[in-house]
């Protein structure tokens, strides 16, 4: 997609009037007040002569990819998603790889890209393609008008996260979401805030809050140098985690230097290893490494009889051997959405 | 020196494979790889640096730079 060089903004969920012509954008935890003319901190959100309006309803990225890049791997294993994205993201992390997009508004770097996205279209094509709907490598909670509009056309919708959302948008999406993966960025709030530029408090409860709607959450961790990679940090969010749910899956993702990150080292497989063994000292069943510990990083077993259950490649699934939600060696009941909504 | 257009793809393969990361635990690895296509001259970059790619890609020339997000 090329599109427009310029936002193309239309009515907007989440706005209420905040007197003087002012209005608070309610969607995110940041509930900005903006005066006429002003963008909120996502940049793509902003009050047009008293009424909030939003850039997200945009299609800049549509790929077509397997499930497990998101990474979902208690999400219809195998599945591949037709993953929509537009500019913009309610974080500034310093390590994000995909800041030509998701930081608009903030960098040079990131123009703005896209055109108004076509749900009927997009679910067409997905449908053509067996496919479910996705978006992601920007944020999706800043574009809840798309997303409903999307689980209107039909398809399950998937989304890969920041969490940054309010409990009350999250009632209002829950409903059009089958699953979503949040990332846990850090343990505590200065971390949290210093890299991202926002509270880590309601990142969890947006964690509590999915989960409560009957959306399928998988949580990520990438390992940034200095925030979360190191022994405590990760052995904090691991308990916090398994605290909710041990068995909600976790992913480690390696740190990969780049954008205002680029002086720190890439994650080495061992501390990708130590990472996993705290996860599991904490009582998570499932935690996932997608490539530096080889296929057994990936492969699912079943937490009742230890047998693989899914075998998986690198952004892929090579065996499901799941029925009806079970391990078929001792019918253990594995957690995630399976099969059909 | 004209602006490189940055241009968002599905996929790219791999020419590092994850056995290799121990090996280079600062990241001071690119692998390249040069093909003749019917369109003209296509460089794929491998590397554990976006970074560096792009620096070595950049100075080669100014065609369209694909690359893959994360998510």
């Not at chain 1, 006429?36 to 008293?50: L, P, S």
């Not at chain 1, 497990?68 to 500034?92: D, M, Q, W």
């Not at chain 1, 979360?228 to 740190?255: G, K, T, V, Y």
């Amino acid at each position: 997609v090329t599109g427009d060089t310029e936002p193309r903004w239309r009515a907007a969920m989440f706005g209420e009037p905040a007197g003087a012509g002012r209005v608070r954008c309610t969607l995110c935890p940041f509930r900005c007040v903006l005066g006429d003319g002003q963008v909120g901190v996502c940049r793509v959100r902003r009050n047009e002569a008293g009424a909030l309006r939003t850039a997200t309803y945009t299609a800049a990225v549509t790929h077509l990819t397997a499930i497990e890049r998101k990474p979902f791997y208690h999400v219809r294993p195998g599945a591949r998603v037709l993953t929509v994205a537009g500019p913009g993201c309610s974080f500034r992390c310093d390590y994000c790889i995909n800041s030509r997009l998701s930081q608009y508004g903030r960098d040079d770097d990131a123009p703005w890209l896209g055109e108004p996205a076509r749900p009927a279209e997009l679910a067409a094509r997905a449908a053509a393609a067996g496919a479910l709907l996705g978006m992601s490598y920007s944020e999706p909670s800043l574009a809840p008008e798309l997303t409903l509009d999307l689980a209107a056309q039909g398809l399950p919708v998937v989304w890969k996260s920041n969490g940054f959302v309010a409990p009350a948008a999250i009632k209002v999406l829950a409903p059009a979401l089958l699953a979503v993966n949040i990332d846990v960025k850090a343990a505590d709030e200065a971390a949290h805030r210093h890299l991202t530029g926002a509270s880590l408090a309601p990142v969890w409860r947006a964690i509590e809050e999915f989960r409560a709607a009957g959306v399928w959450v998988e949580i990520s961790t990438p390992l940034i140098p200095g925030t979360c990679a190191e022994p405590e940090a990760l052995r904090a969010i691991a308990r916090r985690i398994s605290s909710i749910d041990a068995n909600i899956p976790w992913h480690l993702l390696r740190f990969t230097p780049d954008y205002r990150m680029r002086n720190a080292d890439p994650t080495s497989p061992a501390a990708l290893g130590q990472a996993r063994d705290f996860g599991h000292e904490a009582g998570l069943r499932f935690v996932y490494v997608e490539r530096a510990l080889g296929a057994e990083g990936r492969n699912t077993s079943c937490p009742g009889c230890d047998a693989q259950i899914v075998n998986r490649g690198i952004w892929r699934m090579v065996q499901n051997v799941i029925r009806d939600g079970r391990c078929p060696e001792c019918g253990y009941a594995i957690p995630g959405r399976w099969g059909e909504r | 020196m004209t602006a490189i257009q940055h241009v968002f793809t599905e996929s790219l393969p791999d020419l590092i494979d994850a056995s290799e990361y121990s090996r280079y635990p600062e990241g001071a690895l690119v692998r390249l790889r040069i093909s003749v296509t019917d369109a003209g001259v296509e460089i794929l970059g491998d590397g554990l640096r976006p970074e560096l790619i792009e620096r070595v890609l950049a100075a080669i020339g100014d065609g369209p730079m694909e690359q893959m997000l994360c998510g």
